[in-house]
């Protein structure tokens, strides 16, 4: 793709979104559905291995490596984000850098040596929310990059469908961008490796946008996989991204194709689920199932593991970034392995299932986990880098142009972050372009992606805020939105954020200048939210009154358990987020007049 313009860039972005919609009425969920679904006896499964069983033993242990959350994440992640906790044998912690699809391609060729029967799989979010590097080409690169990582099946997760099922079809089937083109002088292949989504159904057919399993063969040995994502996928998907989509109870799923699978033969089978949960430490390599470790895992992940069927032999899970390699109890009571590998190729899972040929089944007793660090100290895969640069070569332009300048670190961490704070301004700045009387703005803290460190990244010198570092920040590509509320909708907005499906884990919305309020730690429910303190420029909000408020089109949908700022009045669509950012740093920030960490201190939090 030659060198664009910023603004040619920006124009290309604002068509992309726009008829996106356009192609999904074109390429229907039904059609995609159609074009993937099994049709035969055959289909869904792999037959690339298929020959002739020799004499072989009773049991074959099969390998399956495994990870989770990648993000698209090529390069090494910076920061927090590229280190994981690794617990020491006298009962200490340290960081571990990690990371990088270069040394997570090298590590995963190392461990499948002298293993025939290898197996390679992923628990969703693959791309979406992704760096600059793969997001700017709406994640071609990734997949590229998966491609030769030889991933054999993956799940589905929420951020597959940020661009709607008409663009993941794509990704699964090859083609060129449909408004942005061919980004080289090569049509883009897709995916080599099924993605599964069992629970993910067209409203209009009831059938799965994708296929809803696979299985793997080879000599003799037959493993099933069976792919979902989580079922409140629409609470944290734009509206646009599930349009006609129904997303279908994990539990219940699983349970279906695990009988169609047994029917056809195959025994051992393997969920992919894009659910997680959250072990007792966060330290990968943590022993979950010692004594005295407790539950192990809490969370989602829990409960769907102890209700789906003794048929499945394990579950590898995802989204919730946190890793761990655990025993969880099926409905039997028997132990069955739950594994995830943390988030953006730090980490690789390495379960051995062995298969007992007389049976077809896994003997859960010989089941064996562990997560593994994808270090940076082996050789850089060098298909891998070659990969890397020619994409570089391709964002370069784009990716190095300083956009504002900063005097420290804006960090995203804290229930009111400095970075939610400037976010949230710079909206309510873009809103004033579209509208003098925008009154307030709104941030999910969700679509804050990472910090903006003052360090240099490259070499645009310490900071200097690029292109690519706030892409990286707000990767999603949401617009910005005005509606219309009243005092009492804003009011009880912000007690969404503790309570209906926000209670037992809240979401505190990023908020601009001139809105405070009370956030009452030691209460419980909506009440954590004190009414009385809500104001705006010093005066309380009126709740008959008429407030003009800038969100982001994610939040203007009623995403992330924010019903009522779904129900806005008088709407206007403007440019999306990330150039609301680009102008809020461009217009407020100089080489000899950065700017300064907000000091977060909107939100006064009893504790």
């Known amino acids: 793709m030659p060198a664009t313009s910023p603004a040619h860039h920006q124009r290309r972005r604002r068509r992309t979104n726009r008829l996106l919609a356009t192609v999904a009425g074109v390429l229907t969920v039904g059609a995609l559905a159609a074009a993937a679904l099994p049709g035969s006896a055959t289909a869904g499964e792999n037959h690339g291995n298929k020959g002739k069983a020799r004499d072989h033993g009773r049991y074959q242990d099969v390998q399956l490596l495994s990870f989770n ?8 992640p910076s920061g927090s984000s590229g280190r994981v906790t690794e617990l020491q044998h006298d009962g200490t912690t340290k960081t571990v850098d990690a990371g990088g699809v270069e040394y997570l391609a090298t590590h995963l060729r190392e461990a499948r040596e002298g293993n025939r029967y290898s197996i390679t799989a992923a628990g969703g979010d ?11 080409f709406h994640d071609e690169p990734t997949i590229e990059a998966l491609n030769k990582l030889d991933l054999d099946v993956t799940s589905v997760g929420n951020h597959e469908f940020d661009e709607g099922a008409a663009e993941l079809g794509r990704l699964q089937n090859g083609g060129c961008h449909p408004t942005e083109g061919c980004y080289t002088d090569k049509e883009f292949k897709g995916a080599d490796f099924p993605y599964l989504a069992a629970n993910v159904l067209d409203e209009k057919t009831g059938k799965p946008v994708l296929k809803p399993y696979w299985v793997w ?7 099933g996989f069976i792919g979902v994502t989580l079922e409140g996928t629409p609470d944290i998907v734009s509206a646009e991204g599930v349009k006609g989509l129904t997303f279908k109870d994990e539990v219940e799923t699983i349970d279906k194709y695990a009988k169609e699978l047994q029917r056809r033969g195959v025994k051992s089978i393997v969920a992919l689920i894009h659910e997680g949960g959250f072990p007792a430490s966060s330290a990968y390599n943590y022993d979950c199932d010692s004594p005295g470790a407790g539950d192990g895992i809490s969370g989602p992940i829990a409960d769907i593991a102890k209700n789906i069927t003794p048929q499945v032999d394990a579950l590898v899970t995802g989204h919730t970034h946190n890793a761990y390699a655990c025993t969880i109890p099926d409905p039997a009571g028997k132990p069955r392995t739950v594994t995830s590998a943390a988030s953006f190729g730090r ?6 299932l062995t ?6 089944d896994i003997a859960r007793t010989a089941v064996k ?25 391709l964002a370069a332009p784009i990716g190095n142009r300083p956009i504002g300048y900063i005097s420290g670190d804006i960090v995203r961490d804290g229930t009111e972050s400095p970075l939610g704070d400037l976010i949230a301004d710079a909206q309510l700045a873009y809103g004033r372009t579209l509208d003098a009387e925008t009154d307030l703005a709104l941030m999910n803290p969700g679509g804050i992606r990472a910090s903006l460190t003052h360090a240099a990244g490259g070499a645009e010198g310490d900071g200097v805020v690029t292109f690519a570092e706030a892409f990286t920040v707000q990767p999603f590509a949401n617009t910005v939105n005005l509606q219309d509320f009243t005092g009492a909708q804003v009011i009880q907005a912000l007690k969404e954020q503790v309570s209906g499906p926000n209670e037992a884990a809240p979401k505190i919305l990023q908020i601009s200048g001139g809105l405070t309020y009370t956030l009452d730690l030691t209460k419980t429910g909506a ?14 909000i009126d709740p008959t009154a008429t407030y003009r408020v800038a969100t982001n089109s994610f939040l203007a949908g009623g995403g992330d358990g924010f019903p009522t700022l779904g129900q806005g009045t008088n709407d206007l669509v403007g440019e999306d987020d990330l150039a ?23 939100i006064t939090i009893v504790r």
Not at 580 to 602: F, G
Request: glycine fraction near 6%; aromatic fraction near 4%.
């Open 580 to 602: 609301a950012l680009e102008q809020y740093l461009t217009a407020n920030s100089t080489p000899t007049s950065p700017i300064a960490p907000p000091k977060a201190d909107r």
């Open 69 to 76: 959350d990648l993000h698209g994440n090529l390069e090494p």
């Open 527 to 540: 009440d954590r939210v004190v009414t009385d303190s809500i104001k705006l420029n010093g005066s309380a």
């Open 126 to 136: 693959m791309v979406g929310a992704s760096p600059l590097l793969s997001g700017l």
């Open 217 to 223: 063969k080879k000599q003799g040995v037959k493993v």
């Open 369 to 393: 986990s562990a997560n593994h660090v994808v270090t940076r100290d082996v050789p850089k895969a060098p298909d891998m880098t070659r990969l890397i640069d020619k994409w570089n070569t």
């Open 347 to 352: 980490l690789y899972t390495d379960t051995t």
């Open 355 to 360: 298969y007992d040929r007389a049976t077809g």
